[in-house]
Structure formats: C-alpha cells, structure tokens
C-alpha cells in the first residue's frame, strides 16, 4: 500500500501520479484498477490474479510477481494524509485477512489436485482386478491382497487431503467474516464520505466463486470417496471367495489323499496273503506287496475324487 498527497495548488491528475508509481513498483504494464474515494483522497487498486483456469503449478506461485495486490492512495492534502495513517493498523487487519482468504483458496486447488491424483491411482488398480475378471483369470491371493493394500493407502491419503478441503473452507469462511466486519469498522470510523465499494467486490468474489468452488469439490470428491469404498470392498469380496475356492479345493485335496492313504495303510498286512484269492498276480502280489497297495489306494483316491466331484 502506497500513499502520499499532492503539493499545494497541484495541477496534477492524482491518477497519472499513480500510474506512475505502480510502473516504478512493478515490471507489470497491467493498468486498469478499481477505483475508490477515502478521505477525499483517491483511491486505486491494482489486483490481477490467475484464477480462472488453475494448475497445480499455478496454484504453487499463487503468490508471484503476477498476482500481487497493490493499493494507492493519492490524498489533496498533508492533513488528509496524517488523518488516513491512523486507519493503517486498520488496513492491515483487512489485507491480512484478504491474502489468508486467497492464500487458503490457492491451497485447495492444490488439495483438489492430489486428490484427483489419489483417484486415478486407485482406478488404475480397480481396472487391474477388473481386466484379470473379464479374462476369467484367478488371482494369486499375494497379488489381490498387495493391491488392497495399495488401495487402503491411498485412500487414507484421500480421506486427510478431503478434510483439508473442508478445513481450507473454514478458514475462508472465518476470515471472510473478519474481513467484512473489519470493511464495515473502517467506513464507520472514516465517515459517510467514501466510496470503498472496490474492496467489497472482493467479498463477493470470495462468496460466489472460492466457497461456491470449494463447496463444489467437496461434494464431488465425497461421492468419489464412496465409489473407492465400494471398489474396496468389491476387491475384498473377490478375495474371501479366491481364499474360500482355495481352502474347498485344498479340502478336497485331503480327502482324497486321505482316502487313498487309508487304503494302503490297510492294505500293507493284508496284501501278503493275496495267494489264495488273486492267484493270477500271486508272484507280484508276493514280491512288491506295498506296490500292489499303492496302486489299490491311487485306484480308490480316484474314485473317491469322481464321487465328490459328481455329489458337489
């Protein structure tokens, strides 16, 4: 904030005065301020910020030589001047809230952007496991839960960076009820003979688009949260039925070997009397008894496979 006043009898437009020392300040050729009256000075504002079309680089120089906030006040006179510096504690208060409200909206736009990111990280993963479905390919269990767990993280970081938003809009919001209140502090204590309606469009600014905006995106990343729970849960779902296939199979697995095991515990004793009743194996069954079991139990392992299979 710059100020000063004109020399006694000056015939010198307090705009051209200003221009001047915004071009002295700034390498910028931006000239087309807001204007104002306060104390019969004259009042220009110079603001241009990037906020149409945000990036997250954009949003990291929120506060480079592009997008400053420069105020000057050119008075008539030295009195009007000395009176304007007793407002100066006043004009700090209100600037400080303004580049909070501004500082907080850059930083959701950041915010906004990595949770963009933490999506399409977990739709990256979702399409994997749904691609590995539409082949009817069974997942390795290791890998199915590898990518739960990637999703879990990343989710988390979605979680805290969606309470960031809504914590960013807090801070808009409280400050911009200090910015207004302090606003109306300073025409009161000025008088009736301001025109500072160029500061109050700000107010709108902050209403209509940074709240509106925020508000906005965090609807639509709560709805975003709700379709990564469900791809969350959908994955674990696939998982308890890839581990319920894994433990039926390995149950069936156990009873037939059990089976075929059971038959050649039985069979070890008994097979070395086989003379009288297979007399056409009797020398086998007589030399390799336990090969004769092994072979009965791998035949009833068989058949007790078909059975379950067919009774499933």
């Known amino acids: 904030m710059l100020s000063g006043w004109l020399p006694e009898n000056s015939s010198q437009n307090p705009e051209d005065i200003a221009k001047d020392c915004y071009y002295a300040l700034s390498k910028d050729t931006y000239w087309q301020p807001e204007k104002g009256t306060f104390l019969d000075g004259k009042v220009f504002e110079i603001w241009c910020p990037e906020n149409e079309n945000y990036s997250l680089q954009k949003a990291t120089n929120a506060l480079n030589s592009h997008e400053h906030h420069v105020i000057i006040a050119i008075y008539p006179n030295r009195e009007s001047a000395e009176q304007a510096a007793e407002f100066y504690k006043d004009w700090m208060g209100l600037f400080c809230y303004r580049n909070k409200i501004w500082w907080a909206y850059c930083q959701s736009r950041l915010v906004k952007e990595s949770l963009l990111n933490h999506y399409k990280q977990i739709e990256a993963n979702r399409k994997i496991t749904n691609q590995s479905n539409s082949r009817q390919e069974k997942h390795n269990i290791t890998i199915s839960r590898q990518i739960l767990n990637n999703i879990d993280n990343i989710l988390q970081q979605y979680t805290i960076d969606l309470l960031n938003l809504s914590f960013q809009k807090q801070i808009i919001e409280i400050n911009l009820s200090n910015y207004q209140l302090r606003l109306a502090l300073i025409k009161e204590k000025a008088g009736q003979n301001n025109q500072l309606d160029f500061l109050e469009k700000f107010s709108g600014l902050a209403n209509k688009k940074y709240l509106l905006q925020i508000t906005k995106d965090i609807e639509n990343m709560q709805l975003g949260l709700q379709l990564l729970e469900d791809t969350i849960n959908a994955t674990r779902s696939r998982i308890e039925v890839e581990k319920s ?26 097979v070395k009397d086989c003379k009288e009743i297979f007399k056409q194996v009797q020398p086998f069954c007589k030399e390799y008894p336990f090969s004769f079991s092994l072979i009965v139990g791998i035949i009833v392992s068989f058949v007790v496979w078909r059975l379950r299979k067919r009774l499933r």
Do not use: D, M
Request: hydrophobic share 45%; aromatic share 4%; charged share 25%.
């Open 245 to 270: 296939e894994r433990e039926h199979n390995f149950q069936e697995l156990v009873a037939v070997a059990g089976a075929g095991i059971a038959t050649v515990s039985l069979l070890k004793e008994p």
